[in-house]
């Protein structure tokens, strides 16, 4: 199972797979986003490709920015 967490909202999501990409993580959460605009934090670093496979092990952040002022 891959958890990951959406900030600044701090919700925690989870599916039922070993292996995933960034992009088929993006696509279980897209309700719960409010734009288009985010990034990715596998392990830390920022996620370049969203064509990337992450596993069960990996550390996924996915953060949410809010453009305005």
Known sequence: MICFK???RGI???VDRERATLRELVEEVKDYL???DYLVLVNG???KNL???VSSEDSVILVEEFMGG
């Open 6 to 8: 959406i900030l600044p």
């Open 12 to 14: 925690v999501k989870c």
């Open 34 to 36: 409010e734009g288009s």
């Open 45 to 47: 670093r920022i996620a």
């Open 51 to 53: 064509e990337h496979t």
